[in-house]
């Protein structure tokens, strides 16, 4: 069974920064993401990656400021956040996905994404 671990979320003043982790076990996939949600909020999308070519896609909310990547054995999915806001305060849950997808109308859709983590709360103090 296929598994996904977040790490490394916690309370950080805005303008400072975050690096996430996702440990995937128990299987392999072809595209992961990042996404949020925060209360009251429906989930969003915040990045993706392709792990075969490396290709990654961003939020516009997030682009220049947040850094997806993978490690060279693709088990473990990073998020660098650097320059947080306030409005970056969310639970942030990292998801796989199994079947083909490679534009940004899919990978930044939930629904493409078949294994989900439980999720690593981040917040950011103004």
């Known amino acids: 069974q296929v598994q996904l671990v977040e790490s490394g979320g916690g309370l950080v003043q805005a303008g400072g920064s975050l690096r996430l982790s996702c440990t995937f076990s128990g299987g392999s996939f072809i595209a992961m993401g990042w996404f949020r949600q925060a209360p009251g909020k429906e989930r969003e999308f915040v990045a993706a990656?392709?792990?075969?070519?490396?290709?990654?896609y961003y939020a516009d909310s997030v682009k220049g400021r947040f850094t997806i990547s993978r490690d060279n054995a693709w088990k473990t999915m990073y998020l660098q956040m650097n320059s947080l806001k306030p409005e970056d305060t969310a639970v942030y849950l990292c998801?796989?996905?199994?079947?083909?997808?490679?534009?940004?109308?899919?990978?930044?859709?939930?629904?493409?994404?078949?294994?989900w983590g439980q999720g690593t709360q981040v917040t950011v103090s103004s």
């Open positions: 998801a796989g996905a199994s079947i083909p997808t490679s534009t940004y109308a899919n990978l930044s859709n939930p629904s493409r994404y078949a294994t």
């Open positions: 990656i392709r792990l075969s070519a490396g290709s990654t």
